[in-house]
T-cell receptor, first 116, second 110 residues
Framework: DAMVIQNPRYQVTQFGKPVTLSCSQTLNHNVMYWYQQKSSQAPKLLFHYYDKDFNNEADTPDNFQSRRPNTSFCFLDIRSPGLGDAAMYLC???????????????FGPGTRLTVL | GDSVTQMEGPVTLSEEAFLTINCTYTATGYPSLFWYVQYPGEGLQLLLKATKADDKGSNKGFEATYRKETTSFHLEKGSVQVSDSAVYFCALRDFNKFYFGSGTKLNVKP
């Protein structure tokens, strides 16, 4: 089945120790998104890739970076995690063939990050 | 800017009760509207969508109608089940960005 896969499902890191979360997709979608979701809150968009073009949200801290080496994979790097970065991180994909015609987003199961 | 407002939860219902979760939106253009559902410990799953005014999205007994005149997209189900217990998010798409409401937790008791 075509899907969005996130690894690991649970990640524990130490304060200040860099961590990388991974997302892969078999949908061949050209747009990939990273969201941060804290308990009982709406997902907050951190950034997205439109093909190879990186689009950062204005309020995303510099501590958060992303890489997309190919269509299928996208990584979220947190350079120096703080206690406030503990959250669920959701990856999503969509198809947009004409800039602005994106329809549905498909989400992965998320990675729950704990910072000790 | 674009935004979505949905009713605060939690909403607690008995099995077979009627469900309404209110959602209103603000958008500069002509957005597509979505309802997503999130079960504990999981990501968001698309429940239904509507892409233009007066469209009705439906899935698994849930329905929502895109009302441009009231900028609303309320979620309804005639008879809820215990398995419907989850958090429901209303969302809109404007170009290639999505905006989510804060979520409404639904608890259905047997």
């Amino acid at each position: 089945d075509a899907m969005v896969i996130q690894n690991p499902r649970y990640q524990v890191t130490q304060f200040g120790k860099p961590v990388t979360l991974s997302c892969s997709q078999t949908l061949n979608h050209n747009v990939m998104y990273w969201y941060q979701q804290k308990s009982s809150q709406a997902p907050k968009l951190l950034f997205h890739y439109y093909d190879k073009d990186f689009n950062n949200e204005a309020d995303t801290p510099d501590n958060f970076q992303s890489r997309r080496p190919n269509t299928s994979f996208c990584f979220l790097d947190i350079r120096s995690p703080g206690l406030g970065d503990a959250a669920m991180y959701l990856c999503a994909t969509s198809r947009d063939e004409n800039r602005g015609t994106t329809d549905t987003q498909y989400f992965g199961p998320g990675t729950r990050l704990t910072v000790l | 800017g674009d935004s979505v407002t949905q009713m605060e939860g939690p909403v607690t219902l008995s099995e077979e009760a009627f469900l309404t979760i209110n959602c209103t939106y603000t958008a500069t253009g002509y957005p597509s509207l979505f309802w997503y559902v999130q079960y504990p410990g999981e990501g968001l799953q698309l429940l239904l969508k509507a892409t233009k005014a007066d469209d009705k999205g439906s899935n698994k007994g849930f329905e929502a109608t895109y009302r441009k005149e009231t900028t609303s997209f309320h979620l309804e189900k005639g008879s809820v089940q215990v398995s419907d217990s989850a958090v429901y998010f209303c969302a809109l798409r404007d170009f290639n960005k999505f905006y989510f409401g804060s979520g409404t937790k639904l608890n259905v008791k047997p």
